[in-house]
């Protein structure tokens, strides 16, 4: 299937075909002719299946008929980064048609975000909160709306924006096309999308499944022994630029001075950041500034960087879904991505729920050689960061030992709680239905 057949305006064809897009994803060849043709659509879909374009694409084909200068349509977001996000999405896609989008968030000022509205933009990307604002001022008004999306729906809910949304639609008019894209269905979505939206079509792609061309490994590792284990992994692995989750805040933050002075390019993304810190981070990354961003899970939703190769948790993700979204930022639209997983002892029934999601065993790198780091070496005390196996013997600069990958379930019931020496390199992972090293 090609783009072809949506019979797009000449100028949003043009701008697909500029992005290098070949045929539609699955969301996109699903959702695109319904939308097109006027249909309330319930998408299931996570980031980095294309939805963003499943609902752009026609968006920018409706208003290209029509009156300009009056706000035609509305896209809520939960996060900044995800307004900002499509927002330059739309910039891209629409650069030749003339229809501009504003942007709407907050913790930076108002009359900005206004201007750009009252000048003329037909599309509005807005976190809820400050859309309200402006919105209970009447800074603005959305009488003329015609198409309403709230994306990622379900990360609307888990931030507690429900109530928002309902009070949104108060100022919408209610002859309107909406759309509702959302990774997953909790019961308050489910509702949410039976009372706004009208005979809606439902198209749904794999639900919470990752991405195919992803390749997953978990590594047997303890608090201690994590920041050797993933210098050591950075060291040994071909890194495009990695994702580094971690469980809160703080740790991203000293994750990421951490590894800054190991002497890599890295920077941090967390919820203590002002929106300008944010920004440039973000911007960082994009550009290839920086190589590796550590990030908590609020602030990395919907991060959209193609070329992510590696994901790596840091610390295990709260629920399956979690470990889904994580994992997305990498092997997105068709490039293949290596996630690595960082697992103590009492993470195995999350390791149970990840690989039920999965529908398959992580691998498990069988590791021969068990060095002990030394401390001029890792540049971590070795006191700090190890627990030491007693078995081993102390051996300096040791060789890179090899390292075998166990198929499904074959090293089961090893258990290791150290770092150990091994030679990422020789890490043989499936991607993409053929077999692929890490350094390919
Ligand atoms: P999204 O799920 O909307 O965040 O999109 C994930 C990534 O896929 C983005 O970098 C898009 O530019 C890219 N993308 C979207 N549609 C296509 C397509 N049909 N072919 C190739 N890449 C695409």
Redesign the pocket.
Known sequence: MS?TSFHFHEKIAAA?TS???????P??YKAIPPVLEGRDLLGL??????????F?LPILQRLMTGPRKKVRALIVAPTRELAE??HE?IGKMAEQTGLSSAVVYGGVGKQGQIGKIRGGAEIVVACPGRLLDHLDAGAFNLSKLEMLVLDEADHMFDKGFLPAIRRILKYVPKQRQTLIFSATMPNEIRHLAENILQSPVTVQIDHDLPAPTISHVLFQVEQPGKTALLKRIIEQTEMVSALIFTRTKHKAKTLALQLEKFGYSVTSLQGNLSQQKRQQALDGFKSGKYKILVATDIAAR?I???RISHVVNYDMPDTAETYTHRT?RTG???RTGEAFTFAGREDSRMISLIERNLGKKMQRPTLTDIPQESKSSAGIPAEMEYERPRQVQKKRNPAPARARTAGAGGDRGRRRSVPFDFDVRNLSTVAGGRRKSVAE
């Open positions: 783009f697909v992005c290098g897009y070949t045929s539609p994803t969301i996109q879909a996570q980031t980095g299946t294309g939805k963003t374009a499943a752009v996000q499509t999405y919907g959209d960087v193609s997305g997105r639209a068709c």
